[in-house]
């Protein structure tokens, strides 16, 4: 059973590691990674922010444990999706997109790291002011990334 034990932990702990080096960008530049699909993600995760704060504000005030569990999901889920946005600035933008030698780079990294604020502000409050803000950070971003407006749609 030991041996079945400690077989079942190394296959636990190299599923973890795997799952975590998948969802993030590697960081080898294979050129199969494309920055709008980053962008649309990014809006998604913010949109499921902002849905997330919209339900925490209507379970506010409840407290029976089914509301109490549900609003704890959508804290939970508010904050995953605010550290995806955070990490896809930093590993995927920050370390491999945004180059030192870009006559924009200046205002490339001010625009990412508006949005890397946006998106811990957005972890840290329910108002939904502060899912616009992220979304409104993540079109500068891309308008100052890309040197044009948004050609792709985004609602909520």
Not at 86 to 114: E, S, V
Request: aromatic share 8%; glycine share 4%.
């Amino acid at each position: 059973m030991d041996h079945n034990m400690n077989r079942f932990f190394a296959s636990t702990i190299l599923t973890l590691v795997f799952a975590t080096i998948a969802s993030a960008h590697c960081q080898v530049p294979c050129g199969i990674y494309g920055d709008q699909r980053r962008f649309e993600e990014m809006l998604e995760d913010e949109h499921t922010i902002s849905k997330a704060q919209t339900e925490i504000n209507s379970l506010a005030g409840k407290a029976d444990a089914q509301s109490v569990n549900q609003a704890v999901r959508w804290v939970t889920t508010k904050e995953d999706h605010a550290t995806r946005i955070q990490n896809t600035i930093a590993a995927y933008f920050m370390a491999q997109r945004i180059k030192t030698d870009d006559p924009a780079y200046g205002k490339k990294l001010m625009a990412a790291h508006k949005v890397i604020v946006n998106a811990m502000k957005a972890k840290q409050s329910a108002d939904p002011a502060t899912a616009k803000a992220l979304e409104e950070s993540i079109f500068a971003f891309y308008e100052a990334y890309e040197g044009k407006k948004p050609d792709f749609d985004h609602e909520h």
